[in-house]
């Protein structure tokens, strides 16, 4: 059972086409961590939200925290060919990372 | 400022042969993770150690699998023997604990290991 489920696993979306990733939990989480990770390479940290309805914007990526912080989502406006990879949410629990699968994102130019 | 080293990147063994892997952690880290990410999915933690102390343990299969950190640097996983299912990438990832609720973990490359 994943602990955390992001949605959906896979899209392919055309360049400057906005896009909306989610990352659902029936869990409470101290913080949510978005990451992403290219082929060959470990996850970077993108971002890290802690309070419950939390929005933070890095360029064209926005994320917000869920209020009752078991969920978040991931918006992209204006994709770009460069976003293309994998994103990962973590939730934080203690100091265990719980990842979910990943949504792997390919932006077509 | 150099980060999370791992090597080697790739490896490929056959069924029931030893294996093990190597991390370097950013220096001055005292916390060291190690994970493992199948294929399509994300990674999930095998054991955490807090200087050279293995404090989360508990998704480590220790009937074929060790690690150990000694002296609270590097740090090396090892299989013994290697199964089919063991294929996957192994991540070392480190970060300074400070007892704040939430610290950045910083990953390495991973190894591939492909059991055949």
């Known amino acids: 059972t994943q602990l955390l489920e992001q949605s959906p696993q896979f899209l392919s979306i055309q360049e400057g086409e906005n896009l909306t990733v989610y990352c659902n939990s029936s869990?409470?989480?101290?913080?949510l961590q978005w990451y992403r990770q290219e082929p060959g390479e470990g996850p970077v940290l993108l971002v890290t939200?802690?309070?419950?309805?939390e929005v933070k914007k890095l360029k064209r990526l926005t994320f917000q925290f869920g209020d009752a912080r078991k969920d978040s989502s991931l918006h992209i406006t204006a994709a770009q060919p460069g976003d293309t990879g994998l994103y990962l949410c973590?939730?934080?629990?203690?100091?265990?990372?719980?990842f979910g699968q990943g949504t792997r994102l390919t932006i077509n130019p | 400022e150099a980060g999370v080293v791992q090597s080697p990147r790739y490896k490929i063994i056959e069924k029931k042969q030893p294996v093990a892997f190597w991390c370097n952690p950013i220096s001055g880290h005292n916390t060291l993770y190690w994970y493992r990410q199948n294929l399509g999915q994300g990674p999930e933690l095998l054991i955490r150690?807090?200087?050279?102390?293995?404090?989360?343990d508990s998704q480590l299969p220790k009937d074929r699998f060790s690690a150990e950190r000694l002296k609270g640097v590097d740090s090396t996983l090892k299989i013994q023997p290697a199964e089919l299912g063991d294929s996957a990438v192994y991540l070392c990832a480190s970060s300074f604990s400070s007892g704040v609720l939430y610290n950045e973990q910083f990953f390495g490359p991973g190894t591939r290991l492909t059991v055949l």
């Open positions: 973590a939730g934080q629990r203690a100091q265990k990372l719980v």
């Open positions: 150690y807090e200087n050279e102390e293995a404090v989360d």
């Open positions: 869990s409470v989480f101290s913080s």
């Open positions: 939200v802690v309070t419950g309805g």
